[in-house]
């Protein structure tokens, strides 16, 4: 009996201890939508913008990747996809969520994935239209960022914003 109270004991406080781990946190993201997120992300659905997410978060951001639009990179910039997963041929086991302009984004295949949050370009989030609202009752965060306006204050903001997701915004103040 006593090993049981103490099994039950310590799985309470492991619990305990990885809920105070998640930290619930507004940011606004490029649109200036306030965006509830548990940071760091750790189940997160990448549509755009995956190099700079691995620049910025490091390599061991993609440890918490669950799915990407792979057209975006893969069949955009074959290139780089050919040198990215030979250097980490696990991002090839990265489920594919399709491609918004393509049409084949799948919100069925995001809401199976369990995302903890979903980053998204400018571009491809004005391109959801009402599939927004699906995700988010869902109680999917969308957080939207943008380095194709090609403006310093965007770049930056969105920087920011990988760094948070990540857990490397202090990383980014040195």
């Known amino acids: 009996m006593a090993l049981r109270s103490l099994l039950t004991l310590v799985l309470g406080l492991s619990t305990f201890a990885g809920s105070l781990e998640a930290k619930v946190t507004v940011i606004n ?16 659905i990448l549509g755009f913008y995956a190099e700079d997410y691995m620049a910025i978060g490091t390599e061991k ?29 696990s991002l090839k086991d990265i489920p594919d969520i399709g491609e918004i302009e393509a049409q084949t984004f799948s919100i069925e ?16 989030y004005q391109g959801l239209g009402t599939d927004v609202d699906r995700l988010e009752e869902a109680g999917i965060p969308i957080v939207v960022v943008d380095y194709n306006a090609q403006t ?3 770049h930056i903001k969105s920087t920011q914003l990988i760094g948070q997701l990540t857990g490397q915004e202090n990383a980014l103040k040195k």
């Open 109 to 124: 295949k995001i809401l199976s994935l369990k995302p903890t949050v979903i980053l998204l370009a400018d571009w491809q």
């Open 152 to 154: 310093l204050d965007r």
């Open 61 to 89: 951001a993609f440890d918490h990747v669950v799915g990407l639009s792979r057209d975006t990179w893969e069949g955009w910039r074959p290139a780089s996809w050919n040198l990215y997963t030979e250097y980490r041929p």
């Open 29 to 44: 993201d490029v649109l200036d939508r306030q965006v509830e997120v548990d940071l760091p992300a750790k189940r997160v």
